[in-house]
Structure formats: C-alpha cells, structure tokens
C-alpha cells in the first residue's frame, strides 16, 4: 500500500471512529418521542362520505444519520372525520436527540367512499407514501425538527384528497404549509 492510499484509509477510519464518540457523548443519554398524528386539510374532502387511509410505517431522516424505517400496526384513519384542528395518533417512535430532515408515511391502502354512496379511487402521489420536510416548528417555518431528549415531538402530517380533472379519481396529496411540530415533556404527556 502507498503511502497515499494508507492516508485515504486512515482518514476515513479517523472519520467513522469521531462519528461514533460523538454519538456516545454529550446529553442526559435520553431519548425523545416522535408522536406522528395525521388531519385533513379541506381540498375536495366534502366530495367524500368517507376517506379511510392506512398507515404503515414511518421513516425518519435524521439530518446527520441513517434513514430509520418504524412499522406502524396498520393504522387508520378516516380523514372525513379529522376536519379543522382534529387529528389521530398513528405512530409513536422514541428516537435519539437530534434534528431530522423529513418524515415519510407509508400508506398501504386508501379507501373513498363518495358522498353519493359510490366508490371512489384515491392514489398517493407517484404510489411511494407521503413524505414531509418542511415543518411549522414554535411559529416558524423550517427544513428540519428538532427530536429533544425527554420531550414529546408531535409531528401533525396533513393531507388533502385533490380531484384529477374530469377522470373522477382522486390523488392524497401532503400539504406542506400545515405541516406543525409542537414540543412536550415527557412527564405532562404520559400523566394525562
């Protein structure tokens, strides 16, 4: 080996073993919660009876890390009934301290049923779920969140059913600027 590929190796095996220490130090050593609820903005809701999306999984980016894929035990939710300031816990995920770039929802299965009894086909955009990353966080807009040790992160991921022309069928679509995450001790969301 020459002397400039043993620097390359060495470089990158100084690099691994600074990122792992830095995950070992700092902090309280705690971990935080990603609470994942999902709402409904107005869009085309009123065309539907009923609009139930499955939830299941959710994968996290953290900003400096991995992506980290969490099932989620088929959660539903009926988006006709989420209207306004309502919202339905789907997912709770402890996560490491640290700031994320994006929250992705796997959805299995969409089922509309129109307000005039009929059937309704509802895809996700491109098929792949409903990714997230740009949040309301304490007022102001971001491209991260933050997950804080011993507090409750509540990420709200709101979509909306969008008509697709004169085809009768429908795309979920996420929308961006309702996107919130709020923040709450541990101890005030577990003693409630």
Excluded: W
């Excluded at 085309?44 to 009876?49: A, V």
């Excluded at 894929?69 to 789907?90: F, H, I, M, P």
């Excluded at 807009?141 to 509540?154: C, G, N, V, Y």
């Amino acid at each position: 080996m020459n002397r400039r590929e043993y620097l390359r190796s060495t470089a990158g095996l100084t690099a691994v073993g600074t990122v792992g220490l830095a995950g070992c130090m700092g902090g309280s050593g705690g971990t935080g919660t990603l609470a994942t609820h999902v709402s409904d903005q107005p869009g085309d809701i009123g065309d539907f009876e009923s609009l139930v999306v499955t939830v299941s999984e959710v994968r996290i980016q953290p900003a400096d890390g991995e992506l980290i894929t969490e099932s989620v035990d088929d959660a539903t939710a009926d988006l006709t009934k989420l209207q306004g300031d309502k919202q339905k816990l789907v997912a709770q995920s402890e996560l490491e301290p640290g700031d994320y770039e994006h929250v992705h929802l796997g959805i299995s299965n969409v089922e509309g049923t129109l307000s005039d009894g009929s059937e309704a086909s509802v895809d996700t955009a491109g098929e792949a779920g409903l990714k997230f990353q740009t949040f309301v966080v304490d007022g102001e807009e971001s491209e991260t969140f933050e997950i804080r040790s011993d507090e409750t992160a509540s990420f709200t991921a709101d979509f909306t059913p969008v008509k697709q022309g004169g085809s009768g069928s429908y795309v979920l679509r996420p929308v961006a600027d309702e996107v919130t995450v709020t923040y709450e001790d541990v101890e005030a969301t577990t003693s409630a």
